[in-house]
């Protein structure tokens, strides 16, 4: 099986300043054909459905602020938020959909200090 | 606007059936591959099913396998999970989501319907 593993499982950082998120696949999601890495992220509230922050590794979603950053290759990747906000309190998961099936990471809670 | 909105959800019973339905609106449908997420009480995301645009190809992860079937209807804007033989182990809240048009990640979520599996 793909696995999917994101490291640290929960985080706190103080507001303003940086909070780094990794995941790491088991098998590349880098396609050979396009170039493309096959990786997204989503930040998920309690109540609410998960929002897309990233795909394609480094995409950001319109409307998405800037200082949510995906970055890395192949099978490593990190997601930064450069300037931690209250409103970023969240659940954060990596998901790979270069095929089937489309697996998410066990997700990073960030929490502020 | 752009939405997805779920219905169907409720108890069951093991072994008992439910259909979930995921009406869309706001947006072209059938050009659009749609799937359903489950996120289970207290645990991560698990992607389930997905069906392609014209409904011709679907996926399923391992453990549903043989038990659940998604359809779409692409002139209701619809698309149905079918859950059948259904274990403790899929009590979960169940979105329904739609893949960007470039075959990306999942931009649009429904609110999700919650399923119980107890007897």
């Known amino acids: 099986d793909i696995v999917m593993t994101q490291s640290p499982d929960s985080l706190a950082v103080s507001l303003g300043e940086r909070a780094t998120i990794n995941c790491k696949s088991s098998?590349?999601?880098?396609?050979?054909?396009?170039?493309?890495?096959?990786l997204a992220w989503y930040q998920h509230k309690p109540g609410r459905p998960p929002r897309l922050l990233i795909y394609w590794a480094s995409t950001r979603v319109s409307g998405v602020p800037d200082r949510f950053n995906g970055s890395g290759s192949g099978t490593d990747f990190t997601l930064t938020i450069s300037s931690l906000q209250a409103e970023d309190v969240a659940v954060y998961y990596c998901q790979r959909y270069y095929n089937t099936p489309w697996t998410f990471g066990q997700g990073t809670k960030v929490e502020i200090k | 606007e752009v939405e997805l909105l779920e219905s169907g959800g409720g108890l069951a019973q093991p072994g008992g059936s439910l259909r979930l339905s995921c009406t869309a609106s706001g947006f072209t449908f059938n050009i659009y591959t749609m799937s359903w997420v489950r996120q289970a009480p207290g645990k991560g995301l698990e992607w389930v099913s997905f069906v392609n645009p014209s409904g011709t190809t679907t996926y399923y992860i391992d453990s549903v396998k043989g038990r659940f079937s998604i359809y779409r209807d692409n002139s209701k804007n619809t698309v149905d999970l079918q859950m059948n033989s259904l274990r403790a182990e899929d009590t979960a809240t169940y979105y329904c989501?739609?893949?960007?048009?470039?075959?990306?990640?999942?931009?649009?979520w429904g609110p999700g319907t919650t399923v119980t599996v107890s007897s």
């Open positions: 098998q590349s999601v880098l396609s050979r054909s396009n170039s493309k890495n096959y």
């Open positions: 989501t739609r893949r960007t048009v470039d075959s990306g990640g999942m931009d649009v």
